[in-house]
């Protein structure tokens, strides 16, 4: 689950972390107040209005300003606040600007690049740093990769110790050993007790009097461990989810839409998976992931119908099911009564292989349901891509 900045902040305040301070809003009624609270209660004249949305190249799309006065500070707030705000990661569509965050301005001797995630290669945590902090870490990974320390921390003794040390050194940051190695060990337990997915903050700085703040903080967290922290729960925003997705997910179905063209309704992620490879394969492209799950029924198949059909760039379905604990009679039942009821424009190739699949296939040829029968999941992509043509 992804969270905005000013979330994100209040995790890491949780865990001592020193960050730049602020408070966010939603209501343009409360710009003039929140600017002030924010001069008088930090000091400043000064202050950052940042966007808050699910995505990164806020600065670049004009969603971060720095203003001088409290006349700048309001009028960026009423332009940022409520624009669709387009990012290289947002796509052409951008994202409407529901909250904004003001914060305190701080003076920077030094940027750097801060992050924690899973290594699956090697199975444990990694820290990965860069003194090329404030910039998108994508482009320098590809240009200038040395510029990139990456320290993993395993179950080995000492591991933490010696990765911390490791950036130190690597870094020329002996002059702040104790703040680095203090906000690391905090950054890392804030990590892992939050059960983050990736934590980064980019840029983590170095003000002019040598205090070391997170600047920005971008906090992922592992959906599947959230029923253990109800209070970061609550920080979920549906409207910066995509509807179908969040549709989707109210039905308990695995969907993210893509941008093809031949939708996939499969039971089991890995088999999903293969399933867009081999449309890909025959030349086409496929428009979501979609993982109806093990215990798939009639109103799961429904389900999965309806939320495919709401991407209006599907023109062929292709039905991909291995009957193991899911029969494939009951894959087939829910078809015939989603086509009906749904009354689809759009072809429809089925592949039921599994338990009870000769009853399946028996159900779906009595139907007076048109469909496009496949055996194999060769001959079912290429059947699907072929109806699109």
């Known amino acids: 689950m992804k969270i905005h900045e000013y979330q994100a902040k209040e995790i890491l305040e949780k865990f001592d972390i020193p960050i730049q301070r ?4 939603e209501n343009k009624e409360d710009i003039d107040s929140i600017i002030k609270k924010v ?11 940042k966007a808050q949305i699910h995505a990164g190249g806020r600065g670049k799309g004009g969603g971060v300003k720095y203003c001088t006065s409290l006349e700048e500070a309001q009028a960026s707030a009423e332009e940022i606040l409520g624009m669709n705000l ?3 990661q947002t796509g052409a569509e951008g994202k409407k600007v529901n909250k904004i965050l003001i914060t305190e301005a701080l003076d920077i001797k ?23 902090g404030g910039v998108d870490i994508e482009e320098v990974a590809k240009n200038s990769p040395e510029k990139i320390v990456k320290a993993w921390i395993d179950d080995s003794t000492d591991s933490l110790n010696n990765s911390i040390k490791k950036i130190i050194t690597q870094l020329s940051l002996e002059k702040y050993e104790d703040q680095i190695d203090d906000i690391f060990r905090k950054l890392y337990k804030c990590y892992y007790e939050s059960d983050c997915s990736l934590l980064e903050i980019n840029p983590l700085i170095i003000t002019e009097d040598d205090k070391i703040i997170a600047l920005d903080a971008k906090v992922n967290i592992d959906s599947n461990a959230l029923f253990r922290h109800p209070d970061i729960m609550s920080y979920r925003d549906k409207s910066e989810e ?6 989707a997910s109210e039905y308990g179905l695995n969907y993210i839409k893509l941008d093809g063209n031949v939708g996939c309704m499969v039971n089991g ?11 890909k394969h025959y030349g086409g492209e496929p428009a979501n992931f979609l993982d109806v799950g093990g215990a798939a029924n009639v109103d799961t198949i429904k389900n999965g119908f309806k939320i495919i059909l709401s991407d209006s760039n599907v023109k062929s379905i292709l039905i991909n099911i291995f009957g193991g604990i899911v029969r494939c009679d009951r894959v087939a039942n829910g078809v015939i009564q989603a086509v009906k009821e749904l009354e689809l424009d759009v072809s429809v190739v089925v592949r039921l292989q599994g338990t009870n699949a000769d009853v399946a296939k028996k159900i779906l040829d009595e139907s007076d349901i048109s469909i496009i029968s496949a055996e194999t999941i060769n001959e079912a992509a290429e059947k699907a891509v072929e109806a699109v043509k």
């Open 242 to 247: 995509n509807p179908l997705e969040l549709q």
């Open 22 to 25: 602020g408070y966010h809003l």
């Open 86 to 88: 387009v990012t290289h």
């Open 269 to 279: 992620a890995g088999l999903a998976m293969a399933t867009m490879d081999i449309i």
């Open 110 to 132: 030094k940027e750097y690049y801060f992050a924690i995630t899973f290594d699956r290669s090697k199975n444990c945590d990694v820290f990965i740093v860069s003194d090329e």
């Open 39 to 49: 001069q008088q209660e930090f000091e400043t004249e000064a202050v950052i209005v």
